[in-house]
C-alpha cells in the first residue's frame, strides 16, 4: 500500500517574525522546512512526497534543491486550498497532511499514525490537555472549562487517500485543520498518541525551542579508568628499577623480570582499563623467555594493544611507596622516561610517593609497593 507525504509550506507565519516566513527561516543549520522534509525522506514507509510552497517561494525552493527532493505543489489562498493543491499532485493510497512548522516530527509518530490507517479511514496524533483551562476577558480570569476529553492536536494527520480528496473536494475553505474536513464529510478519525517533541514553530521564542531539539542527541564518549597495583621484596643489589630508572639502592628488587614495581603496576592499570587481565596472562612468569626482562617490554605491550583496541592512553598516575630509595631526587627522570615508553605528553604522567609510616613491610623495609590509576578514552 502506497504511503505519501503532504507537507504544507505554504503559509506566512507572522507570528513568528523574521525576514522570512518561518519555514524557511533557518534552525540548527538549515531551513525548518528541510529538517521537515528530511523526517519523511528517512522513514522508510513513507513512499512520495510532496511540497506545497506559496509561488513567491518557488525562487527559495529552487535555491537549495528541493524540487528534487519532492514533487513541488503551489499553494492557495487558505489552508485548505493548499491541501487541495497538494492532493492534486499527488497519487497514493494513503496520505500523511502535515504542518511544515513542525520540524521536530519523531518518526514514531508517522508509524502510529500509519498503524491506525489499517483499521481507520482517519487518524491523528494528539496530546490530551492536562493544564488548567480557563476563560478569560481583559485580562481577567472568567470561568474554568472542564479539559475532560480535550486534546492538542498535532500533524501528521493521516487519510485514506480518495476519502480525503473527496472530504476536500466538497468542503470549501475555511477549516483549521484536516481533521476538521474529514469530520464534516463524515469520516471517523483514530486519536493516536502524539509526542511532546513535536512542537509547531509559530512565535520567535520557538526557534530556540526547535533548534535544542534538532541538535543531535549528545554521545558519552566510552572513558576507562583502570587500576593497578604490584609488590616486590628486596633482595641482593646494588640498585633497584623504578619507572624505567636505575636508582642507585643497597639492595635489589626481586622478580622474574627486572622487578620493575612502578612500570608493573602501570602496565596492569592499563590493561585492566582495557579488561584484558594482567601482565602475568599475557607474560606468565612460567615462561623462562621473560626471565630478567626489561619492564618496559611490558609497558610498551600494553599500550600497543590499548592502541589497536581504539584508546588514547591520556592520564597516568602511579604512587610509590616505600621507606627508601628516596624518590623525589628522581621522580622527574621517572616522568620522563614513562613519557617516553607510552608515547605521551610527559604533562600527562604523574609520578608520586609516599612512606607507610614505618608500618607493615614496606615501613619495615621489607620490599616496594606501587598502585597506579590509568585513564583511557576511545577515540
Not at 516530527?105 to 483551562?133: E, K, Q
Not at 534538532?214 to 619507572?243: K, S
Not at 609520578?351 to 607507610?356: D, G, L, P, V
Request: net charge negative; proline share 6%; charged share 20%.
Amino acid at each position: 500500500m502506497t504511503t505519501a507525504a503532504i507537507i504544507v509550506a505554504a503559509g506566512r507565519g507572522r507570528r513568528a517574525g523574521g525576514p522570512l516566513p518561518k519555514q524557511w527561516q533557518e534552525v540548527a543549520g538549515r531551513p525548518v522546512v528541510e529538517h521537515t522534509l528530511a523526517v519523511f525522506e528517512a522513514h522508510p514507509r513513507v513512499d512520495r512526497i510532496t511540497l506545497v510552497i506559496a509561488p513567491e517561494d518557488m525562487e527559495l525552493a529552487q535555491a537549495r534543491g528541493l524540487p528534487d527532493r519532492a514533487v513541488i505543489a503551489l499553494g492557495g489562498a487558505e489552508r485548505s486550498a493548499s491541501v487541495r493543491n497538494g492532493l492534486a499532485a499527488t497519487r497514493a493510497e494513503r496520505v500523511l497532511i502535515h504542518d511544515a512548522a513542525r520540524c521536530c516530527l519523531p518518526s514514531g509518530v508517522i508509524d502510529r499514525v500509519l498503524d491506525a490507517l489499517d483499521t481507520h479511514p482517519a487518524a491523528a496524533p494528539a496530546l490530551p490537555v492536562t493544564d488548567a483551562l480557563w476563560t478569560g476577558a481583559e485580562g481577567q480570569v472568567t470561568g474554568v472549562q472542564d479539559r475532560r476529553g480535550l486534546y492538542r492536536a498535532q500533524t501528521p494527520q493521516g487519510f485514506h487517500f480518495d476519502a480525503i480528496t473527496a472530504a476536500h473536494a466538497t468542503h470549501g475553505a475555511g477549516a483549521a485543520d484536516d481533521v476538521e474536513v474529514a469530520r464534516r464529510a463524515g469520516l471517523p478519525v483514530a486519536i493516536v498518541e502524539g509526542d511532546a517533541r513535536n512542537l509547531k514553530i509559530t512565535t520567535p521564542a520557538d526557534f530556540a525551542r526547535a533548534a535544542t531539539l534538532l541538535e543531535p542527541p549528545m554521545t558519552i564518549p566510552d572513558i576507562r579508568t583502570g587500576n593497578g597495583f604490584d609488590v616486590h621484596r628486596f633482595g641482593p643489589g646494588d640498585h633497584v628499577m623504578l619507572c624505567g630508572v636505575k636508582v642507585p639502592h643497597g639492595r635489589g628488587l626481586q622478580g622474574h623480570s627486572d622487578a620493575d614495581v612502578g612500570m608493573h603496576t602501570v602496565t596492569d592499570a592499563i590493561y585492566g582499563a582495557l579488561c584484558q587481565g594482567d601482565i602475568g596472562q599475557h607474560f606468565p612468569p612460567s615462561d623462562p623467555q621473560w626471565k630478567g626482562c626489561e619492564s618496559h617490554v611490558f609497558l610498551r605491550h600494553a599500550c600497543a594493544l590499548a592502541r589497536e583496541m581504539g584508546f588514547t592512553i591520556t592520564h597516568v598516575d602511579c604512587t610509590l611507596i616505600c621507606e627508601f630509595p628516596k624518590i623525589g631526587p628522581v621522580a622527574d627522570a621517572m616522568r620522563t622516561r614513562m613519557a617516553e615508553v607510552m608515547g605521551m605528553d610527559r604533562d600527562r604522567v604523574s609520578i608520586k610517593a609516599t612512606t607507610s609510616e614505618k608500618l607493615g613491610f614496606t615501613g619495615r623495609g621489607e620490599g616496594i609497593a606501587a598502585l597506579a590509576t590509568a585513564t583511557l578514552v576511545k577515540t
